[in-house]
């Protein structure tokens, strides 16, 4: 165990400090207060709760997050006791920043979703599989067969086309008619008008938009090659794509996001409950 670790825990452990568990849930970060109950010389004991509990259940690791560690702390989980919510947590190690620091919520998702990956000076299309997906990217799994490095490069532009499962509503806002009075007496004429007697009418966001139901729409996209990766054991690489897009696509996602966000709660909250019967 790393010594500086444990002299930061028993020193959060006397000033009755917490820590912070993160755990990513099929994309979704999932990260709960937790308070230290006791110490031993390569272990600490915690308590949180239930969500960050099934976590630790299923990865058996979790990531340890406080101001007075110099990075994130892997740890892994060597007990559980799902009735008290606590943990047992040992073989602590600092791992590389950015674990955590996620801006947007990414989610898995449920289905499997394929999509074409199309490049401007290239005919034919790569096919790829959606690993997940976020508002400003996504992650698209490529067959290792189908993977060129002269082609799939970082920062290189690529257009994306998929078709994204379920019903979402799509915003149509509606163009302002500005009503005009027939009595005379209320026209002025324009070298009366001044900046200050000039405003913009208050507008009724609920009256002046309405919205249309689309069922498993087809998304178009372009972005850029942020990172890549290789899944020795799938034999595929993963891509990173930072997006372009614009409002309807991003309007999409966003209700796609939410949804597999409530799912993924549901789903946790009835392996809870299984572990509870189990325990």
């Known amino acids: 165990m790393n010594e500086s670790i444990l002299k930061i825990f028993q020193r959060l452990h006397l000033g009755e400090g917490n820590l912070r568990l993160l755990n990513i849930y099929q994309g979704v970060p999932i990260a709960y207060p937790a308070t230290i109950r006791s110490i031993s010389s390569s272990s600490i004991m915690v308590q949180t709760e239930k969500y960050q509990v099934v976590c630790l259940y299923r990865e058996r690791e979790t990531f340890i997050q406080n101001p007075e560690f ?149 998304l178009e996209a372009q972005g850029l090659i942020a990172n890549i990766g290789f899944d020795a054991l799938n034999k595929r690489y993963r891509l990173g794509i930072r997006l372009l897009a614009d409002e309807q696509y991003r309007a999409i996602v966003s209700q796609f996001v939410s949804q597999r966000q409530s799912e993924l709660i549901q789903e946790i909250t009835s392996l809870y409950k299984l572990l509870i019967k189990e325990a």
């Open 70 to 218: 110099q990075a994130v702390v892997k740890a892994r989980v060597s007990d559980l006791y799902i009735p008290k919510l606590q943990a047992t947590l040992t073989d602590f190690e600092y791992v590389e920043k950015g674990i955590g620091d996620r801006r947007q919520v990414r989610v898995w998702p449920k289905e499997l979703v394929t999509g074409a990956l199309q490049f401007t000076e290239r005919s034919e299309a790569v096919t790829g599989e959606l690993a997940d997906i976020s508002m400003d990217g996504l992650g698209i799994f490529v067959a290792e067969k189908d993977f060129s490095p002269r082609i799939f490069r970082h920062g290189r532009k690529i257009a994306i086309n998929y078709r994204l499962t379920g019903t979402f509503q799509i915003p149509l806002p509606q163009k302002y008619e500005p009503q005009y009075s027939s009595d005379p007496t209320l026209r002025f004429d324009r070298s009366q008008l001044r900046l200050s007697n000039i405003h913009t009418p208050d507008i009724d966001t609920k009256a002046s938009t309405s919205t249309r139901l689309v069922h498993s729409p087809e």
